[in-house]
């Protein structure tokens, strides 16, 4: 039998922390065979087994038990982070008693600890993990498997530096000497890394789903590059690469979505960096034409191969990188798409990859 202290994700809380989850845990009972949460309900909570057995299955038709899990063991943890519709089906293989944690109760918890907030990190790219190598083990009973192999990969990539950022973070925000401006800014990092990963899964789940569309709210433009910046500057530094504002970007009020232009922004900064294992330079450059802002971002890298410039936004479409899939060049093209404006690449002599976006001026 599994206690809140025992549970591995809790290990590391402290007296009082534990008795905060305490006042937020709820213990729920089931008998064998009946469900917990059913494929499609609403994403709610995260639970752990106190003691049974849990089996999770998916499908319509003829369901397929894909794992079984026993004292201490976590499911449905991505409505965490996601909170849509449940993925797979979740009921008790033999009386079952579990504990549950609703959802905004969870994150209220995880943001008072970073280290917590870490630790369910690390676990749900663990899952990705397991999760991709299942599939790949089937890819011989059907080809398409491939596919869901290499976009499980695509997110796992696309996940490792925020939880880099996460886990630095949490180590030095446990220190008890620091300062309460550094922890502070810290823990506000942490949060911005966690949203990142949220962002990151819902734009995902956008592509894959076909939805469209864009929250185009007004906006202070020059604002927005430049708390993107410093964020992005942080990022590119643990490879030895400088982001360059060549010039100021535009003042004013404009319509567009800020979450999912940031994406832009990142994607086209990571591909840069995936090519730049020396270190290098990142240039930025703002342009104001008729109608429209037009954005470039100039690396110094080695350039666009040939051979993949006429597919660089395909998706799953990728050259000269140890990993990714393409995915997110053809996620950045569907942004700016549903923003109304057009994104394309080029190299020239003498210069790395060039990508240029454009955003109509609808103020």
């Known amino acids: 039998m599994a206690t809140l202290e025992t549970i591995p994700l809790f290990r590391h809380l402290n007296r009082a922390e534990l008795q905060a989850l305490r006042l937020i845990t709820q213990e729920r009972h089931f008998v064998a065979g009946q469900e917990i949460f059913c494929e499609g309900a609403p994403g709610d909570g995260v639970y752990f087994v106190k003691n049974g057995l849990v089996e999770i299955s998916a499908g319509t038709e003829v369901k397929k038990v894909f794992s079984r899990l026993g004292d201490g063991e976590i499911f449905g943890e991505m409505s965490v982070i996601d909170h849509r519709p449940r993925s797979a089906t979740a009921a008790a293989a033999q009386d079952t008693e579990v504990f549950f944690l609703p959802r905004g109760e969870m994150l209220t918890f995880i ?87 949220n962002d990151l899964v819902t734009d995902i789940l956008d592509f894959t789903e076909g939805r469209s569309g864009a929250d185009l ?24 690469i400088r982001i360059v504002l060549e010039n100021e970007p535009p003042a004013g009020l404009f319509r567009f979505d800020a979450r999912r232009l940031g994406r832009v922004f990142h994607n086209l900064v990571n591909n840069a960096k995936d090519f730049m294992d020396e ?27 040939p051979e993949i410039a006429g597919k660089l936004f395909q998706p799953f479409a990728t050259h000269g990188k140890a990993h990714g899939t393409g995915l997110g060049l053809s996620i950045c093209k569907k942004i700016i798409e549903d923003h109304g404006g057009k994104i394309s690449a080029r190299s020239e002599p003498n210069h790395g990859a060039i990508f240029c976006f454009t955003l109509p001026v609808v103020k």
């Open 111 to 197: 943001e008072r600890s970073p280290a917590l907030a870490f630790a369910l990190l690390q676990l749900i790219s663990n899952r990705l993990r397991e999760f991709n190598q299942l599939h790949l083990r089937e890819v011989l009973e059907a080809e398409r498997l491939a596919v869901v192999g290499n976009f499980a990969r695509s997110i796992i990539h696309d996940l490792k530096n925020p939880l880099s950022i996460i886990g630095l973070g949490s180590e030095i925000f446990s220190k008890p000497d620091l300062n309460p401006e550094t922890r502070s800014q810290i823990q506000s990092r942490i949060k911005r890394q966690v949203q990142r990963i």
């Open 217 to 240: 709210r007004p906006n202070n433009f020059r604002d927005f590059v430049i708390e993107l910046v410093a964020d992005l500057e942080s990022d590119a530094a643990t490879k030895a």
């Open 279 to 305: 270190g290098g330079q990142i240039f930025l450059r703002f342009k104001t034409g008729e109608g429209e802002i037009l954005i470039e971002i100039e690396d110094t890298g080695s350039g666009i191969a």
